[in-house]
């Protein structure tokens, strides 16, 4: 069978059963059955994933090869790493797996616009990985199978580890992509979203050569087949927002913009869940039922009831289900050309305005600079956020060097005629802490007037620090929390923070060295 074929091309000579391709319910009861996790009140499977929580971004390697070696953005986060070393990884894990007394396999397809696809085979040695994983990608049809020879092999090993004084790695874990041999190998890290992004840096490596613009965001889609796109890191609300009732949902999280307009990569979402409310986020919440894998989410023992505000484990509490478990998601994967790009910050210091419109060389400068806050309330007796910039809103699954996706911004915006909006879902009226954060009904209200163009029309002003145009009304909001000055007691306290954030824009961009003039001006002053 051409699927045992494909296996042993990765050098995994398995004498134990290897199950291919199975549904929802065996990949369940198989997952249940193994102990690798249980079942909740609304059947979703629960697992968690030990003390790896999270990505793990020191621990995730790209071999260093001739032909992607001046391609790469190397760095702290594009990390090289040599043939020799991956030569020694890939015999372990494959050696590894090869005695495993189960494997899982599942066959999919990356990419909704078939001319930018990418056919991938993922081995697992969990089958509550493989479930997240068939039901995160999308699924090939009976012929498509037939003939599915992959274009990267995705080995997934939890069990495996590596040893940093032989492999040249920097822990146990190893996240390593060799785009000559098209594999990818996983080892001692259960967190689903190793292998999420793995596939997503490698889309974002391909794509460009293509011509096609890859980005880390959200889209969905208007009644009238208006497309609008939510660029954000985790905790912008990018997922929330783009769930949006009135409108179709292409995708959560990764997409890509070729000259026929928008194609979902994945089949699925991965949804952010801590602090989940039915009120609130109705579509995710009623998305985590039979067939979903709800991820470090703690359990009720006696009721098997989500407790989605218990951080004990992590903050970044997950939960993966098919996009078909939102109503009305648009299934097909694809849209047209966006008439609206939302970038999402959630800014903890209280002092970006809640919306403003960007012109071409202010998106280049936001996208490149990609803000956001980290919160430190996490940690006791840690009062202050954190400014991260993470550029393109996703700076570690961009392998490729930074002008190369920012042209492609500028080349697209501008040819398609995108508007594009910076709105802040952070704070208001100080910083966290003592501010409050924009509640969420209010954001959702300029969001919609941003995409129902009720904004082109208004009379706008210009911040005197940030250099944001900051429109003076807005239809349904209060037109004093429109300038963020105007929310604080103390305006001398938010000028002093405004201008601590404006210092730190401009120093994380001076990393950026071939960038325009005007696209630099167009920043902070």
């Known amino acids: ?65 001739l032909s992607v070696h001046n391609q790469i ?34 066959n999919g397809l990356v990419g909704a616009d078939p001319k930018h696809s990418l056919k991938v085979t993922i081995v697992n040695e969990f089958a509550s990985q493989n479930l997240a994983i068939r039901q995160l990608l999308r699924k090939p049809k009976a012929d498509q199978l037939k003939n599915h020879n992959p274009d990267f092999t995705i080995l997934v090993a939890p069990n495996c580890h590596a ?18 041999k098209k594999v990818v190998l996983i080892g001692a890290t259960k967190y689903i979203g190793e292998i999420k992004k793995s596939i997503f840096s490698i889309m974002n490596y391909l794509l460009p050569g293509q011509g ?66 039915k009120e609130h986020e109705p579509q995710i919440y009623n998305a985590i039922k039979y067939g979903a894998v709800a991820e470090n989410i703690i359990l009720n023992p006696k009721t098997k009831e989500y407790d989605f505000n218990n951080s004990s484990l992590t903050e970044n509490t997950r939960a993966t289900f098919p996009i078909e478990f939102i109503p009305d998601a648009e299934l097909t994967g694809v849209g047209s050309h966006p008439k609206t790009i939302i970038f999402l910050t959630a800014d903890a210091f209280g002092v970006i305005p809640p919306i403003a419109k960007l012109t071409y060389e202010q998106a280049m400068y936001h996208f490149m600079s990609g803000y956001t806050s980290k919160l430190a309330g996490t ?13 393109f809103f996703g700076e570690p699954f961009m392998p490729r060097k930074p002008m190369v996706y920012s042209n492609l911004l500028k080349n697209y915006i501008k040819k398609y005629g995108a508007d594009v909006f910076l709105i802040n879902t952070g704070w208001s009226g100080g910083p ?5 954060r924009i509640p969420i009904k209010l954001t959702r209200i300029m969001v919609k007037n941003a995409l129902n163009r ?32 105007n929310t604080w007691d103390d305006k001398k306290k938010y000028l002093k923070q405004a201008k601590m954030l404006s210092g730190l824009f401009k120093k994380n961009f001076e990393k950026f060295k071939e960038v325009p003039d005007a696209v630099r001006s167009a920043g902070p002053q």
């Open 432 to 436: 966290y802490v003592i501010g409050q």
């Open 379 to 391: 940690e006791r007796g840690i009062i202050e956020p954190k400014a991260t910039f993470s550029s």
């Open 454 to 485: 009720n904004l082109d029309q208004v009379e706008y002003k210009r911040h005197p620090i940030f250099n944001l145009m900051m429109p003076v009304s807005c239809p349904d909001i209060p037109s004093e929390i429109l300038d963020p000055i």
């Open 73 to 106: 953005n190397w760095g702290k986060i594009n990390i090289p790493l040599a043939i020799k070393d991956f030569d020694k990884l890939y015999r372990k894990i494959t050696k590894h797996l090869s005695s495993a007394e189960e494997l899982f396999v599942f």
């Open 163 to 180: 040893d940093p004084k032989i492999h040249h790695v920097n822990s146990e874990v190893f996240v390593v992509i060799s785009f000559e």
């Open 212 to 277: 096609v613009f890859p980005m880390h965001c959200s889209a969905n889609m208007g009644k009238k087949g208006d497309t609008a796109l939510f660029f954000g890191l985790s905790g912008t609300g990018k997922t929330s927002l783009s769930a949006d009732p009135e409108r179709k949902l292409i995708g959560d999280d990764e997409h890509g913009w070729s000259p026929d307009g928008v194609f979902n990569f994945e089949g699925g979402c991965y949804a952010k869940c801590i602090n989940l409310s």
């Open 1 to 65: 069978m051409p699927e045992n074929h494909n296996l042993k091309t990765t050098n995994i000579n398995s004498k134990s059963k290897v199950y291919w391709n199975l549904g929802v319910t065996e990949l369940t009861n198989k997952a249940v059955e193994r102990g690798e996790g249980e079942i909740s009140k609304v059947g979703a499977l629960t697992v968690t994933t030990g003390k790896y929580t999270g990505r793990s971004p020191q621990d995730r390697f790209i071999v260093d090869e």
